[in-house]
T-cell receptor, first 114, second 113 residues
Framework: EAGVAQSPRYKIIEKRQSVAFWCNPI?????LYWYQQILGQGPKLLIQ????????DSQLPKDRFSAERLKGVDSTLKIQPAKLEDSAVYLC????????????FGSGTRLTVV | AQSVTQPDIHITVSEGASLELRCNYS??????LFWYVQSPGQGLQLLLK??????LVQGIKGFEAEFKRSQSSFNLRKPSVHWSDAAEYFC???????????FGGGTRLMVKP
């Protein structure tokens, strides 16, 4: 089975610029997650989708971050404008309906804001 | 709210030695527990999981973990470490309701030859 696909792998932008990340989950996985992993820390959930609806976005900085999952498949995470502290790896994961199956993670996008 | 603590930020072991990585969780009911491994520049790979039944679970790459409800722990073990096990290890807890996983801060494992 194909894994979770993410692009780009790396991105370097200047502060105040905008950036977008793309994720294609495993086919048939209803739930999609975006996590932010700052260097030296564990992943932190930004947003969770169930099909094309948002389940939890309580930790998403909505003044600058936005995410969508059109048609319940692919998802895009956007940052506008970026700040230095947004430098991190952005991980996309997908899972079947229940968390008991665990997640499958993509390789992530490493963002550097300079 | 659920939380996970990994007390050891760094651990160094000699190749061939045994390994135990500690994980303590906080959650009101029986949690779903996971261990993931992350190699440099890679995403997270699931090593093993526990959600019910036998409290000793076997995973991939020769790893196992034991769920101890009385200690709120889910420690990861391996009897003999290989140099390729050097990576960062994350413990995670999931609630019965909803699908969100909460991760610990990770333990970086270094293996000496």
């Amino acid at each position: 089975e194909a894994g979770v696909a993410q692009s780009p792998r790396y991105k370097i932008i200047e502060k105040r610029q905008s950036v977008a990340f793309w994720c294609n989950p495993i086919s048939g996985h209803a739930t999609l997650y975006w996590y932010q992993q700052i260097l030296g820390q564990g992943p932190k959930l930004l947003i969770q989708f169930q099909n094309n609806g948002v389940v939890d976005d309580s930790q998403l900085p909505k003044d600058r971050f936005s995410a969508e999952r059109l048609k319940g498949v692919d998802s895009t995470l956007k940052i506008q404008p970026a700040k230095l502290e947004d430098s991190a790896v952005y991980l996309c994961a997908s899972s079947q309906t229940s968390v008991r199956h665990g997640y499958t993670f993509g390789s992530g996008t490493r963002l550097t804001v300079v | 709210a659920q939380s996970v603590t990994q007390p050891d930020i760094h651990i160094t072991v000699s190749e061939g030695a045994s390994l135990e990585l500690r994980c303590n969780y906080s959650y009101g009911a029986t949690p779903y527990l996971f261990w993931y491994v992350q190699s440099p520049g890679q995403g997270l790979q699931l090593l093993l999981k526990y959600f019910s039944g036998d409290t000793l679970v076997q995973g991939i790459k020769g790893f196992e973990a034991e769920f101890k409800r009385s200690q709120s722990s889910f420690n990861l073990r391996k009897p003999s470490v290989h140099w390729s096990d050097a990576a960062e290890y994350f413990c995670a807890v999931g609630a019965n309701a909803g699908n969100m996983l909460t991760f610990g801060g990770g333990t970086r494992l270094m293996v000496k030859p």
